[in-house]
Nanobody, 120 residues
Framework: VQLQASGGGLVQAGGSLRLSCTASGRTFSSYVIGWFRQAPGKDGEFVARVSRDGINTYYEDSVKGRFTISRDNAKNTTYLQLNSLKPEDSAIYYC??????????????WGQGTQVTVSS
């Protein structure tokens, strides 16, 4: 599966963005989808994931209550709504897809990143 992330941009602190991750192929609904981010000079970190049916979600502590992950399997697309953005949220955001091993941190496919920059 090929993943294409989009929706990044420059926003002021407190603002919002919606990232999208669109996948090719007809098996999108068989994959767990996750979002990750990497800021300059820092290690990449997990942000959120959504189950194959879109029912179960999981977030990294620092984004809980601010970010929302969702998916539309009919459109082969996953969304990450970013609200109440902070400068420390600035990073390149990546989406990834995996099978059940994704719950153990093993992801099979990665998209290219989309830059999110939050100004103070």
């Amino acid at each position: 599966v090929q993943l294409q992330a989009s929706g990044g941009g420059l926003v002021q602190a407190g603002g919002s963005l919606r990232l999208s991750c669109t996948a090719s192929g007809r098996t999108f609904s068989s994959y767990v989808i996750g979002w990750f981010r990497q800021a300059p000079g820092k290690d990449g970190e997990f942000v959120a994931r959504v189950s194959r049916d879109g029912i179960n979600t999981y977030y990294e502590d620092s984004v809980k209550g601010r970010f929302t992950i969702s998916r539309d399997n009919a459109k082969n697309t996953t969304y990450l709504q970013l609200n109440s953005l902070k400068p420390e949220d600035s990073a390149i955001y990546y989406c990834a897809a995996g099978g059940l091993r994704a719950y153990s941190g093993i992801w099979d496919y990665w998209g290219q990143g989309t830059q999110v920059t939050v100004s103070s």
